[in-house]
């Protein structure tokens, strides 16, 4: 079975500070992991997905995440948070692809003047 | 402009009265599926369509119908709706079958059934 946790349903930041969101699953096997952005009024964008290889992984918007295994998380990070960055992110992990995802409960992400 | 198009944005119902969102994609993508989103529960797919004429249940079916005749469509259908179907619901579709394709979603769908 697999399962995602978002520590931290809200998270606040100042514009220009690091943005760091958290996630980590439970997988039986090595899972593919994604991170998905939802604007207000808005379905959900892909931001980046970790399938194989490089564990670094680089997103839109200036995003990345690390793939971790050793400690079972995916976190999410941004080094400057900007206004434009405040949204809700959902983690995701699936064993087979992109449309088999199983999404975390959400982390709304707020950005403070 | 590629896209997946769900409507209505917003319908308010009465309990058992039948319903049918629309969710319609112009990329010819094969595989469409359908989610709900609650609060703290993140999103949870519903059904989803592998191509025409072939769908299965996600992790939360039960009270919910789907159909794909056409590539481009995949209607949701509530045949009785109940307030604990009051949810927002996404549509998605993805080219193909893989971890290399990403799901493009629809606007959303707000529903609210009394």
Redesign the interface.
């Known amino acids: 079975a697999q399962s995602v946790t978002q520590l931290g ?1 809200h998270v606040s930041v100042s514009e220009g500070a690091l943005v760091l969101l958290r996630c980590n699953y439970s997988s039986s096997v090595p899972p ?1 992991l994604f991170w998905y952005v939802q604007y207000p ?6 931001l980046l ?1 970790y ?1 194989t290889g490089a564990t670094l992984v680089k997103g839109i918007n200036g995003f990345e995440a690390e793939f971790k295994k050793s400690e079972t998380s995916f976190h999410l990070t941004k080094p400057s948070a900007h206004m434009s960055d405040a949204a809700e992110y ?1 983690c995701a992990v ?1 064993l ?6 199983f ?4 982390t709304r992400l707020t950005v403070i003047p | 402009e590629a896209q ?1 198009t769900q409507n209505p944005r917003y319908l308010i119902t009465v309990t058992g009265k039948k319903l049918t969102v629309t969710c319609s994609q112009n990329m010819n993508h094969e ?1 469409m ?1 359908w ?1 709900r989103q609650d609060p ?6 519903i059904y ?1 369509s592998m191509n025409v004429e072939v769908t299965d249940k996600g992790d939360v079916p039960e009270g919910y119908k789907v159909s794909r005749k056409e590539k481009r469509n995949f209607p949701l259908i509530l045949e009785s709706p109940s307030p604990n179907q009051t949810s927002l619901y ?1 549509c ?1 579709s ?1 080219l193909l ?12 769908t707000q529903l609210s059934v009394l």
């Not at chain 1, 009024?41 to 892909?46: E, I, K, R, T």
């Open positions: 349903s593919y009024n808005q379905g959900l964008q892909l997905k399938t959902f699936s087979t692809g992109a449309n088999n995802l999404f975390g409960t959400g | 997946v595989y599926s989610y703290g529960l993140g999103l949870r797919q989803y996404f998605a993805s079958v893989g971890l290399n394709e990403k799901l493009f979603f629809g606007s959303g």
